[in-house]
T-cell receptor, first 117, second 113 residues
Framework: DAGVTQSPTHLIKTRGQQVTLRCSPKSGHDTVSWYQQALGQGPQFIFQYYEEEERQRGNFPDRFSGHQFPNYSSELNVNALLLGDSALYLC????????????????FGPGTRLTVT | QKEVEQDPGPLSVPEGAIVSLNCTYSNSAFQYFMWYRQYSRKGPELLMYTYSSGNKEDGRFTAQVDKSSKYISLFIRDSQPSDSATYLCASPTRRNQGGKLIFGQGTELSVKP
């Protein structure tokens, strides 16, 4: 049973560039959430996708955008990169959306480490 | 004030010790609480979750919630070097525990042989 996969593993970009990160959810999961984890900090929620729509969004600027495909995989796009965007970007998958009842687990992928120089 | 606060440590203990990891939270609406373990350069792994107040035990791990003081704890018995990791507490912001998770900063634990 494949878990959450993310690509690429590492990425180095220059300020002002754009980057796309990819995530495939755990088999059977339909909801994808993205988090940013700065060094020494806990993950910060960016947004969540369900049924190809953004359902919740954290306190991140519009430079951060995403997409979910019919096969439930997802992309995170960041435009006009800043040095402060350097972090580990985590994708988490789960089954169902808030409100469907019952506790559910968010399974995290290994992350993509983005370095902006 | 952060919604979930956690002492970042680092915490160093000898093998076999009982470890106590703690978080405080400020939002009274939080009902579910999760503990994640994150090894270096890996994604967080869900250890266990608890609902409302009380204890939950899973092997060497016990999670405890005290809603009156807004305090959550994770106890590790007979700690092993393989328990060396960063431990993150988290809570979902919505009543039905889905969606956005609010994480603490994480506590780095080192168990020495």
């Amino acid at each position: 049973d494949a878990g959450v996969t993310q690509s690429p593993t590492h990425l180095i970009k220059t300020r002002g560039q754009q980057v796309t990160l990819r995530c495939s959810p755990k088999s059977g999961h339909d909801t994808v959430s993205w988090y940013q984890q700065a060094l020494g900090q806990g993950p910060q929620f960016i947004f969540q996708y369900y049924e190809e729509e953004e359902r919740q969004r954290g306190n991140f600027p519009d430079r951060f955008s995403g997409h979910q495909f019919p096969n439930y995989s997802s992309e995170l796009n960041v435009n006009a990169l800043l040095l402060g965007d350097s972090a580990l970007y985590l994708c988490a998958s789960s089954l169902g959306l808030a409100g469907l009842g019952g506790p559910y687990e968010q399974y995290f992928g290994p992350g993509t480490r983005l370095t902006v120089t | 004030q952060k919604e979930v606060e956690q002492d970042p440590g680092p915490l160093s203990v000898p093998e076999g010790a009982i470890v106590s990891l703690n978080c405080t939270y400020s939002n009274s609406a939080f009902q579910y609480f999760m503990w994640y373990r994150q090894y270096s350069r890996k994604g967080p792994e869900l250890l266990m979750y608890t609902y409302s107040s009380g204890n939950k035990e899973d092997g060497r791990f016990t999670a405890q919630v005290d809603k009156s003081s807004k305090y959550i704890s994770l106890f590790i018995r007979d700690s092993q070097p393989s328990d060396s990791a960063t431990y993150l507490c988290a809570s979902p912001t919505r009543r039905n525990q889905g969606g956005k998770l609010i994480f603490g900063q994480g506590t780095e634990l080192s168990v020495k042989p």
